[in-house]
């Protein structure tokens, strides 16, 4: 399709044209039809340059609903010739974000890009299409492609909400209800600030030393034990709310090294800590269905 | 994001090209203001003066139309509208500030670049056009790791296909004709009368004034080339005007001789002079339409902005006789003014002294022959008769053929001036004369029994001017042409003038193939074309059969050459690389090949030897530069052999 400019360049090749036949002038003519000409193998060009052009691999690491993830896509030239340029790659349906660039692709060659991706809702779902654009080399058109891989993912909910855990009632309540528990630990390592964390957490000092937002990382006490209970968020009225809530939660609690479980009506995981058990309980949120909760 | 004009060198250069090719056609206060325009431009960027204020764009677009409607009196025509067109690219520049400025000054470049083309089709702009319109192109190529100048090249390679198959199969049809205003200024040339100084000053110009080509093969050398214009019968003493002009219907003329045929393509010119040589007998195969005149002249409908071409056949050394015209020699060849007092009383000595009319002729042959007088383009301006012939003794040809014309008529003997070119640069790559603005040239005939007898006064001066032509006389130095003037044949020659003659022979050559071309594939040369093609259907079948595989095969090229410096064993390199990344190694773009087959050789244990055998192959290849020990063709059989079955146990 050609363009805004591509548009103008035709009018402007059209009244050149009509000059050539008023003046018959063959001069005239032989520019014109090399302006044309010129214009054409670029739309060959341009149709190549994305035809060219392969998803290899799609993946991503963790994915949460209204969040802005990042996805890898690797996209390869299977072509032992030709070069591929100036692809603007991103998410299709996205306007708000901005593309990626592929600015070169070199023959049998792959490139890695990492593209913006803010799915809408929780649960299982396809890997989005990525649409690619290339205006090479004129940017008097523009020739798109999707890519697609049946591949299928996880969305965990969004994690939204206070960090602060409501206080339960019952005597074991009290221990387990401070999901902020780690600095009774010992120290162990600093780590990357996350957005989940709160800003009070910050190492400065050594924020300040490394260029970085750092925060402290504590060895969980082994007695701490957190109970994520779907049962203290009925202040929250939208379920989906309620569900970002406890997801902020377990978000929370694996950051800081606890042992937590989940307690959805009569469902309750075992206490545990870690990646599996973050994957499982997040899992668990972003498949829950209205009859698990109600 | 801000763009900066001066950022692009590719941009500026091809828009100052652009822009300083058409300023040749017109008036020098655009040029100016393009250029105040561009450097203001240029020192904003630098940050030594403010930006131009948006605000002042549509006043300064206003300023432009205004003034070109001043200067022409309308804003429709070729000078007007390029003249607007030049205001609105330095306008543009000058607020030069996004990448819809710069998309718009490509477009407003390539259109000034194409109505230069109406102006002038000489060859000699095509290769400035070229750059600036490649380079226009170029400029709209962003990435920086693309090779441009070979990317470019490429691109208009591959472009020629259908450029050629575009040129001569688009109808070369007639739907209406451009109205072409009259230009305010006519070019340079020959017009239909004399004043003293009048010739100098088209003979100081440099520009073509026709080409021709003898068709018959014939030795003529540049004094035998009188090429005639037009005829001026009324004599003001120095100033001679055409008089009236009665067409003619075109008569073949009969005359005894041997005939010469020749071709000549004119360049445009305002005032419609059809240039032949004597004794006329023919003019045929033309591209506009050729009226007879008297006095053996021709006019033609062609405008102003159009060559003109024709064919002519003249007969060598047959004069025009008196009577064939329909003038009465005796009251319109012999009318004379009042002529100054020492004209008048050198006139009345020699009649008195001369009864015959040779003797006259001899006596006023006697009087120019005197060394007093000189040759040169700068006599001073005058048009005083006594003065030149008696006081100053300096001046142009047509001081010359004007006097003594009138100072015939007062003898007696009729006489008629006529202007038109002398001589001519022979193409020796090309065969045909190049008769430029300096050679213009006057000379008189005089009717002597019945016969109009060429005489050259100019001869008694400067025989060199004839012998030379004006182009290679005038290109010699003022005192060079004064001192050298009488001599026959006198040339400086030197190397570099000799390469610089053989460099310009043979572009002169191109050029006037190259108009001959481009002048003569029209609406009837297209559908000959096409009849030949058409019936030739076997050849034109594989002509176009050879277009479509030469469009595939540039197709099918990269766009670009990242891997065409590359060596067959780096090629496989990259293969290698590549087909590992497939089974989901990782190689990093900063990985030496050698590291990327060590990673290998780590990794892929049970295919080590070959690995090992590669890595030190590539070592002997590259780094030592030596001869590798088997064909890489054969070590491609065995990497590939040896991806598959490593796919093929992935798969598993």
Not at chain 2, 29 to 34: K, N, R, T, V
Not at chain 2, 158 to 176: D, E, G, H, M, Q
Not at chain 2, 453 to 482: H, K, M, Y
Not at chain 2, 505 to 522: A, G, P, S
């Amino acid at each position: 399709m050609p363009t805004g400019f591509g548009y103008a360049f035709a009018a402007v090749a059209v009244v050149l044209l009509i000059l050539a036949i008023g003046y018959m002038n063959n001069l005239l003519y032989v520019f014109v039809f090399l302006l044309i000409s010129m214009a054409l193998t670029s739309m060959l060009t341009t149709n190549k340059n994305v035809e060219l052009l392969q998803l290899d691999q799609l993946s991503a690491s963790l994915l949460y609903a209204n969040e802005k993830n990042i996805l890898t896509a690797t996209f390869k030239n299977k072509n032992n010739r030709a070069s591929i340029w100036d692809i603007f790659i991103k998410v299709r349906l996205s306007p708000d974000v901005a593309s990626q660039v592929l600015s070169q692709v070199k023959p049998f060659s792959s490139e890695t890009l990492s593209i913006q991706w803010t799915p809408t809702q929780r649960g299982l779902t396809q890997l989005p299409r990525l649409h690619a654009q290339s205006r090479f080399p004129f940017r008097l058109l523009v020739a798109w492609k999707y890519f697609e891989k049946d591949t299928q993912a996880i969305i965990y909910p969004q994690r939204k909400g206070t960090l602060s855990m409501p206080q339960l009632a019952g005597p074991s309540a009290e221990q387990e209800a401070n999901a902020l528990v780690d600095k009774d630990g010992f120290f162990r390592d600093y780590r990357e600030f996350q957005r989940t964390d709160s800003p009070s957490r910050i190492a400065w000092k050594k924020s300040m030393k490394l260029q970085k937002h750092l925060v402290k990382n504590f060895e969980s006490s082994g007695d701490k034990k957190v109970l994520i209970d779907w049962a203290t968020t009925t202040s929250i009225t939208h379920p989906e709310d309620r569900i970002s809530q406890i997801a902020l939660w377990i978000d929370s609690c694996h950051n800081t090294h606890v042992s937590y479980s989940l307690k959805i009506k009569d469902y309750q995981s075992p206490y545990a800590s870690g990646l599996q058990q973050y994957k499982q309980l997040m899992q668990k949120l972003a498949l829950l269905t209205p009859a698990e909760y109600q | 994001m801000k763009k900066y004009f001066f950022d692009n060198p590719i941009l500026v250069i091809s828009l100052l090209l652009a822009i300083g090719i058409a300023s040749t056609e017109v008036s020098t206060w655009i040029s100016l203001f393009a250029v105040v325009m561009i450097l203001w431009k240029f020192l904003s960027e630098k940050k030594l003066v403010r930006e131009l204020p948006k605000l002042l764009a549509p006043l300064l677009g206003f300023f432009i139309f205004l003034m070109v409607y001043i200067q022409y009196r309308t804003l429709w025509g070729q000078e007007e509208s390029t003249t607007i067109l030049l205001g609105l690219a330095a306008i543009t520049i000058a607020n030069f500030s996004t990448d819809r400025d710069h998309q718009f000054l490509v477009l407003l470049g390539f259109i000034i670049i194409m109505i230069k083309t109406i102006f002038s089709i000489d060859l000699i702009w095509m290769g400035p056009s070229m750059i600036a319109f490649l380079g226009l192109w170029l400029s709209l190529v962003t990435n920086t790791r693309i090779s441009k100048f070979k990317f470019i090249f490429w691109h208009a390679v591959k472009s020629t296909p259908a450029l050629l198959l575009l040129f001569f199969l688009f109808p070369r049809i007639v739907i209406f004709q451009t109205s072409k205003a009259q230009k305010k200024q006519a070019k340079v040339g020959i017009s239909e009368s004399l004043n003293p100084g009048q010739i100098g000053e088209i003979a100081a110009q440099s520009g073509l004034a026709f080409r021709a080509e003898f068709v018959t093969p014939i030795y003529l050398s540049t004094n035998e080339l009188y090429w005639r214009g037009a005829v001026l019968n009324l004599s003001n003493n120095l100033e001679w005007l055409k008089g009236a002009v009665d067409q003619l219907p075109n008569v073949r003329k009969k005359f005894q001789g041997q005939k010469i045929q020749y071709k000549i393509v004119a360049e445009p010119s305002s005032n419609k002079i059809v240039f032949t040589l004597d004794a006329l007998t023919r003019i045929g195969e033309t591209n506009r339409r050729i009226d007879l005149y008297d006095a053996g002249t021709f006019r033609t409908t062609a405008g102003d902005d159009q060559q003109l071409q024709y064919l002519a056949t003249s007969i060598l050394d047959a004069p025009q006789a008196v009577n064939d015209d329909p003038k009465n020699p005796e009251q319109d060849y012999l009318q004379i003014p009042t002529l100054p007092p020492k004209t008048r009383a050198w006139i009345d000595q020699a009649k008195a002294k001369h009864k015959t009319l040779q003797d006259r002729l001899k006596a006023l042959q006697d009087f120019f022959i005197n060394p007093k007088f000189v040759y040169t383009l700068s006599p001073g301006r005058y048009n005083d008769m006594d003065e030149f012939l008696f006081s100053r003794y300096k001046g142009f040809c047509e001081h010359y053929a004007a006097s003594y014309a009138t100072m015939a008529r007062a003898l007696g003997i009729p006489a008629r001036v006529v202007i038109g070119y002398q001589g001519g640069l022979y193409n020796t790559a090309g065969g045909f004369w190049k008769v430029s603005q300096k050679d213009a040239h006057a000379w008189t005939e005089i009717g002597l029994s019945n016969k109009w007898i060429r005489v050259d006064p100019t001869q008694w001066v400067s025989p060199l001017r004839l012998n030379l032509g004006g182009e290679q006389f005038f290109a010699l130095s003022e005192d060079d042409q004064i001192l050298f003037s009488h001599t026959k044949n006198w040339r400086k020659d030197d190397d570099l003038t000799k390469y610089w003659d053989v460099a310009t022979t043979i572009f002169e050559d191109l050029n006037y193939k190259w108009t001959l071309f481009l002048l003569n594939y029209d609406k009837e040369t297209q559908l000959s074309f096409l009849k030949d093609l058409s019936s030739e259907w076997p050849t034109a079948i594989l002509v176009i059969f050879l277009i479509a595989a030469l469009i595939v095969t540039l197709m099918r090229r990269r766009p670009t050459f990242a891997g065409s410096g590359l060596t067959p064993i780096s090629k496989l390199m990259l293969y290698i690389e590549f087909k590992s990344t497939q089974l989901g190694i990782e190689i990093k773009n900063s990985t030496t090949p050698i590291n990327t087959l060590g990673q290998l050789e780590n990794i892929f244990e049970d295919h080590n030897q070959l690995i090992s055998r590669f890595k030190h192959e590539y070592e002997t290849i590259v780094y030592e530069e030596k001869a590798g020990t088997q064909p890489i063709k054969k070590w491609k059989k065995e990497w590939s052999s040896f991806f598959k079955e490593k796919r093929l146990k992935a798969d598993l």
